[in-house]
T-cell receptor, first 116, second 111 residues
Framework: GAVVSQHPSWVICKSGTSVKIECRSL??????MFWYRQFPKQSLMLMAT?????????EQGVEKDKFLINHASLTLSTLTVTSAHPEDSSFYIC????????????FGPGTRLTVT | GQNIDQPTEMTATEGAIVQINCTYQ??????LFWYQQHAGEAPTFLSY????GLEEKGRFSSFLSRSKGYSYLLLKELQMKDSASYLC????????????FGRGTSLIVHP
């Protein structure tokens, strides 16, 4: 149980285009989903927290107009990188939590984004 | 804010024991996590300590001292597949439990 999927697993796009990444909880309802970004040999950095049906809470320094997050249902959250630039190339990982006030969160397999 | 420090890289021999240390300075504390992450993959949960002491789970054990802001992950009977990055993370305050991650320790296990 507690499986989280991400799609696509990797994507290459041209500078200036937008890319959408999907995160799904397959066998549980996720009250909260998290989006992280990880650069090579760096830590996972939390970008935003999203709860179903409400606006995402972005971490300091993360541009909400550039990284659009939609949490339309209890099993799906999407991250759209708008007007992508090479510096946005990174490993994007989502995680999901099934219960409020629970420490357990389940990570998706990640999406490798390369912007050329 | 949170400051989490762990060694960048460690090497060990197959069959041996290795201890990965983590020190933290945080404005709030709600437990300490350890995750394993293989290259190009998402982290997988190893342990969560909220009280002082040692918790053992198979070949892996995790220790916490809140007064010292210190934790370690102990890996016994090392296997080649244990080569990975090990992330120490401190849980957020209140009911959030959202972990703030350290940079991770890259463990290389050689024959």
């Amino acid at each position: 149980g507690a499986v989280v999927s991400q799609h696509p697993s990797w994507v290459i796009c041209k500078s200036g285009t937008s890319v959408k990444i999907e995160c799904r909880s397959l066998d549980f309802q996720a009250t909260t989903m998290f989006w992280y970004r990880q650069f090579p040999k760096q830590s996972l950095m939390l970008m935003a927290t999203s709860n179903e049906g409400s606006k995402a809470t972005y971490e300091q320094g993360v541009e909400k107009d550039k990284f659009l997050i939609n949490h339309a249902s209890l099993t799906l959250s999407t991250l759209t990188v708008t007007s992508a630039h090479p510096e946005d190339s990174s490993f994007y990982i989502c995680s999901a939590r099934g219960q409020v006030n629970s420490y357990e969160q389940y990570f998706g397999p990640g999406t490798r984004l390369t912007v050329t | 804010g949170q400051n989490i420090d762990q060694p960048t890289e460690m090497t060990a021999t197959e069959g041996a024991i290795v201890q990965i240390n983590c020190t933290y300075q945080t404005s709030g504390f709600n437990g300490l996590f350890w995750y394993q992450q293989h290259a190009g993959e998402a982290p997988t949960f190893l342990s969560y300590n909220v009280l002082d002491g040692l918790e053992e789970k198979g070949r892996f054990s995790s220790f916490l001292s809140r007064s010292k802001g210190y934790s370690y992950l102990l890996l016994k009977e090392l296997q080649m597949k244990d080569s990975a990055s090990y992330l120490c993370a401190v849980g957020g305050t209140g009911g959030s439990y959202i972990p703030t991650f350290g940079r991770g320790t890259s463990l290389i296990v050689h024959p």
